[in-house]
């Protein structure tokens, strides 16, 4: 439980410009999508943009006769490497070549209960 006195005019009521009215930002991939890409065309412009150097995606970003989805993606690539947007990065790389296997290893004890009654039809 936090203490009460750290939460006193921290709130939206104090702050309201802090309310985010238009929700969390949409990740590009959800913006390529709703453009009608799919999900092949969006994991062949991210696997090959991702090689390229800064240099030649600021070419890309400005070549007119590239498509509209690589010059996206190449623009969204620039972005992420100005901000430092890891996360952003991250995420490009997940879609493209997916992210890394993890395991998970689970020890399961299975135990079968034992009747309370032990009463034979036989017998009644």
Same mark, same amino acid.
């Given at each position: 439980?936090?203490?009460? %006195?750290?939460?006193? %005019? ?87 070549? %997916? ?26």
């Amino acid at each position: 439980m936090p203490n009460e %006195g750290n939460l006193i %005019g921290k709130g939206f009521e104090s702050r309201p410009e802090n309310i985010n009215r238009k929700g969390a930002p949409k990740k590009i991939y959800t913006i390529l999508k709703e453009k009608g890409y799919s999900k092949s065309d969006v994991k062949t412009a991210f696997g090959e943009l991702s090689f390229y150097s800064l240099k030649e995606l600021k070419e890309v970003q400005n070549d007119n006769s590239k498509p509209i989805i690589v010059r996206i993606v190449s623009k969204q690539f620039i972005v992420a490497f100005e901000d430092g947007d890891w996360n952003k990065i991250r995420e490009i790389l997940e879609h493209s070549i %997916g992210k890394a296997q993890q395991s998970i290893e689970q020890k399961i004890n299975i135990e079968t209960e034992k009747p309370l009654f032990n009463i034979n039809l036989d017998d009644v």
